[in-house]
């Protein structure tokens, strides 16, 4: 399936989605806690991830005017917030940042007098927000719409100062590029499944005929660039919970599984892996976020169980 098109498909679900918003936020606590974080020193997985849509009636301007550092509060923002993070100790460092795919603004007001707004300070339209002494209790994060509507959007939270702003220090982990041969086999990476979007809505059947399920996040958890055609490849994932995995290539490449490892696991194998990208998600069969090590390996004696 055109991937164009796919893409169509979920903008529509997004402003269907946002007509019943309120109605979610009044009646889904379990999903609104899991949009919320509480963080310590330490936390892992680093970055933490979550992911809603931003926008809403409020003009962040007329709520918040300017922030502690004179920067001016922008975008169109709900009247409550997206995301609470409640930090149990203080924090040196923090650094929140958002990926999105529209212009959206990001604000945290927390403790006191604390507030800091960014628009686009992070990469093209995306937002960062880094700041040392965070002391102990409740911010309010709120993600806009730079000019209205709603928009699907990735927040991360790092407690990590290395590496360029808006970008998390895991994301060259998280994506590989890879010839026959690498090394090491199999290639392994940790990260959190889940998200706002369903598959099934932008990615419907694959090309097996198989049903790709579960929530996913709006764009995808790893980027597997293959320099070189593979006459083999199989990929699987081992979490704390219920799983998918979707692997979204070039042309009409796209395989989706639920439950086909070990367990709630997930396994995909295949021969003749066109070179190209390949968009990986790993989705939450339900709306919970998981923790999950995905591994890759050109290598049939490798694999679960075997």
Known sequence: MNNTIRRGHFRAFAFISAGLTAGLLASGYAYAQERNLTLSPGFMPDPMQRTFVSGGGQEASQMFGLDMQGTACSGSISQT????????????????????????????????RFLLCDDDGGSGLNESIEH???????????????????????????????????????TESRHLSIAPGFTPDP??????????????????????????RGNI?????????LDAPFSY???????DGDTTLIVDGPGKFLLCDDDGGNGLNEHIEHANW?????????????DSYLNYQLSISELRSNGPGR
């Open 132 to 170: 040392s002494n965070w002391r102990a209790g409740e911010y309010r994060i709120y993600v806009g719409s730079y000019s209205g509507g709603v928009h699907s959007y990735d927040l991360f939270v790092s407690e990590l100062s290395g590496g360029t702003a808006g970008n998390s220090d895991t």
């Open 187 to 212: 290639w392994r990476v940790s990260f959190v499944s889940g998200g706002a979007q369903n598959a099934s809505s932008m990615f419907e059947t694959d090309m097996r005929g198989n049903h790709c």
């Open 217 to 225: 996040a709006s764009t995808p958890d790893h980027e597997m660039r």
């Open 81 to 112: 917030p997206d995301h609470v993070m409640t930090l149990t100790d203080g924090f040196d460092f923090l650094r929140v940042w958002n990926q999105s795919d529209a212009d959206t603004t990001l604000i945290i007001d927390g403790p006191g």
């Open 233 to 239: 490849l199989q990929l699987w994932t081992q979490a």
């Open 274 to 286: 066109p070179a190209g990208d390949y968009r990986i998600y790993v989705g939450s069969y339900s």
